[in-house]
């Protein structure tokens, strides 16, 4: 159970953070239900890892990154990968949709076996478009680590640093 000045605390951050939450997670699933559960999802987890989120410093960062691979994992849970139409999957930038769908499908089958914190990366700057500076505060970690990380990964994953996707 929540100490008082724990749920203050919680109460605070979905006050100042609920609407960034809600939004990152819609971006993402492109359903507005479903982006409402996943924010709950999000704030009950950080309830539960009060400790560790504390430790973090920065709760706008973890926030984010914890509704970023929350989504991620819905994402990945809504196989097969043929249901999936282009308004859930592609971005908003406006371009070829069907190109977008087939890529970013691609992309989320890459990463299917990476680590949290890789898919995360992988994601922010390949299919959101973040640059690498704007992962590095998500992530907390330095622009430095992100550039190392992401040019491994893409090595590994056979990727392209324009985005797109090598076909097998």
Do not use: I
């Amino acid at each position: 159970m929540l100490r008082p000045q724990d749920q203050t605390s919680v109460e605070t951050l979905y006050r100042l953070y609920g609407g960034l939450v809600y939004r990152r997670c819609l971006r993402m699933l492109r359903d507005r239900d479903e982006a409402r559960a996943a924010v709950q999802e999000v704030f009950v987890r950080y309830m539960g890892q009060l400790e560790r989120a504390r430790e973090v410093g920065n709760p706008r960062a973890y926030l984010f990154r914890t509704a970023t691979n929350h989504c991620l994992n819905r994402l990945r849970d809504r196989k097969p990968w043929e249901e999936l139409d282009a308004e859930s999957v592609a971005g908003p930038q406006g371009t070829d949709p069907a190109g977008l769908v087939t890529s970013r499908r691609q992309l989320l089958e890459k990463l299917e076996p990476l680590a949290e914190e890789e898919r995360t990366l992988v994601w922010l700057c390949f299919a959101e478009g973040m640059s690498q500076g704007e992962v590095a505060e998500v992530l907390s970690v330095s622009r430095k680590t992100v550039n190392q990380r992401l040019g491994e990964l893409c090595r590994r994953l056979a990727l392209h640093p324009e985005g797109e996707v090598e076909h097998d």
